[in-house]
């Protein structure tokens, strides 16, 4: 890699840091943003030449906020501008800075950042493109693509986020551990919320967004990096990495869905999934299940079988039981079914599908597994009904051709039994 | 003479390089490998799952207690390292040197004092 490209990776991953600390000493979005452009356009200047600082993090914040007084005091038009000299020597200032900086700040600064971003009045859309633009960086083409939204769309939605949380008073104190707890769990939703709609997204062409899977990944990692010792991020981390390892066999040549059974495992990120599993690992230790963890595990259960059929479902079945009593929902149910069905067949399985139907009548989900039990069980015409329903909910193409497969082959099968019989 | 080549670098931006940015980084470090395998003094090369993933067991008093990761903040991390057997230390930094090309790494070299081939499988089975 290339001196720029190192610098760009460089500047990228000390975002969050610099970002952080900036907001903290200008608490105003705004400003903290022009003050870390400002300091990477130095960054790109001065590191070519000098090599990169011993903490580029620190070096950032320093410049930035040098930067940005410079701008408060000709916007006041107060006096005249400090001499450059102030900045020249960055070498001895970085030293005194890094150390002042010590790691509970950083700590206490990165989650407010990710906080703010996740504040409990935005909606789920706004948090998102408010994180991947303040915490990430990416641009607002960029979130633009991400989302399939136009760009003035996007940038509305910023506006309005920063806006929002300009007018909530946000506490800039320190937070008390309880506070802190509380935040971690809502900066973890935010987390898993980016990586979701990477992984599986709510609409447009594309089904699979690699990027936002990738960012949500680092973001996780920043964050188990600060809080190293709490087994839900890295529940969280070893979650998202088990599943995004798969993502290489996730779609065909044609884009078309591949099952998890269906799909060659010799392309599944053996890299990820080393990571993902030692996380599990180490996270059960800690014996405070939660619903990450459960979910990773799970996850880890499949990345453990050689082939589909090796898969240990009842295992699976259980954890799914562990995650119920944990998090009720239908969705989770939804899921068990799919491992009762796997291990016990599909009578039982449609026994726990059934109930759910008032709640999940519009969920893509649903009428897919009911139609694929009811097909099982040779109730061809209920099935037939159910997979009509499923593609009148599908978001993307995948989706919906994924079910015209299942209908193409409940033709197939009725023409093959008409032959038998 | 055995040494060991133990690679730092910052994990937050190794970590952010795409397969393609990782592969080609080692592609030319397989490149400069290939004098020293051919000529079998190249040991194995180890790459190490991320710090996040890592355990400490230090001892406490007369008790030994495990922990998550390594707490020390610094700014790099082990990222893995080399065997190889080389004749001095210009030898090896030199082979370090041309590893390094383009890379904001660091690399340190330590002399090795034991070392035991021990037995490993060929290819390490993550999903087995």
Known sequence: MNDVAWIEKALTAARPQAMAALLRYFRDLDRAEEAFQEACLRAMKTWPEKGPPRDPAAWLIFVGRNAALDAVRREARNTQLPSDDVLSDLDDAEAGMAERLDDAHYRDDILRLMFICCHPDLPATQQIALALRIVSGLSVREIASAFLANEKAVEQRITRAKRRVADASIPYATPSPAERAERLGAVAAMIYLVFNEGYSASGGEAHI??????????????????????????????????????????????????LLEDQDRSLWNSNFIAEGIALVDKAMRHREPGPYQIQAAIAALHAHAKTAAETDWREIELLYRMLERLQPSPVVTLNRAVAVFKAQGAAPALELVEPLEERLSNYFYFHGLRGALLQELGRDKDARISFDKAISLARTPAEASHIRQHIDRLAGDGAKRQEAG | MLYAILCYHDEDVVESWTKEEDDAVLAKRHKVQ???????????????????????????????????????????????????????????????????????????????????????????????
């Not at chain 2, 180890?46 to 008790?63: F, K, Y």
């Not at chain 2, 890379?103 to 993550?126: A, D, M, Q, Y």
Request: hydrophobic share 40%; glycine share 6%.
């Open chain 1, 209 to 258: 967004k690699t990027q936002l899977c990738d960012e949500a990944i680092r973001l996780a990692r920043l964050l188990l990096r600060l809080f190293p010792t709490e087994p839900e991020i890295m529940g969280l981390l070893a979650l998202m990495l088990l599943n995004h390892a798969r993502t290489p066999a996730r779609l065909d040549d044609d884009g078309q869905i591949v």
């Open chain 2, 34 to 128: 290939q004098a020293l395998v051919d000529e079998g003094r190249m040991g194995p090369s180890i790459r190490l799952v991320p710090t996040t993933a890592a355990t400490t067991i230090r001892a406490s008093g007369n008790e030994q207690i495990v922990i998550d990761g390594p707490f020390a903040e610094t700014k790099e991390q082990l990222l893995g390292f080399y065997i190889v057997d080389c004749r001095n230390l210009e030898e090896v930094i030199d082979f370090a040197k041309r590893m390094k090309e383009g890379e904001s790494c660091t690399f340190e070299i330590r002399p090795i004092r034991i070392f035991n081939t021990g037995e490993l499988p060929e290819k390490v089975e993550v999903a087995g």
